[in-house]
């Protein structure tokens, strides 16, 4: 089990990242959603948490992939890309199923990315 930590001035958060759906920026603050559907708030922005990531997970950051300005996701969890619609999907096929608006450009991306890695 591959663990993750963020540190504030109040708290310090451990997580296991295979539990980890996505991370959703919001100004200073980033949003980390986990499978379970908890939301934990760290005092980081975006590219602060995407910073830590690859500090503490080397290459196993790999496995996350920023979408924009606003999402890190778990590449594991992408369960459908709609260019169309503009929606990508995350899922675990089980327990959750996350709907998050992403731009045509960066989904396509992601999809080039997917089908070229064969995640």
């Not at 980890?20 to 986990?34: H, L, M, P, Q, S």
């Not at 920023?66 to 890309?81: A, E, L, P, S, T």
Request: proline share 1%.
């Amino acid at each position: 089990m591959l663990q993750i930590y963020f540190n504030s001035r109040d708290k310090l958060i451990r997580l296991d990242i295979q539990k980890i759906v996505y991370f959703e920026g919001d100004g200073n603050y980033t949003y980390i959603v986990t499978a379970n559907k908890q939301k934990v708030c760290i005092t980081l922005n975006l590219s602060h948490t995407e910073d830590a990531l690859a500090a503490q997970l080397g290459e196993n950051a790999k496995r996350f992939m920023r979408i924009g300005k606003r999402f890190i996701v778990n590449m594991n969890y992408i369960y459908q890309i709609d260019i169309q619609k503009q929606v990508l999907m995350l899922s675990d096929c089980e327990h959750f199923v996350f709907q998050m608006p992403v731009s045509k450009e960066a989904l396509k991306a992601v999809k080039e990315l997917v089908i070229k890695t064969k995640i």
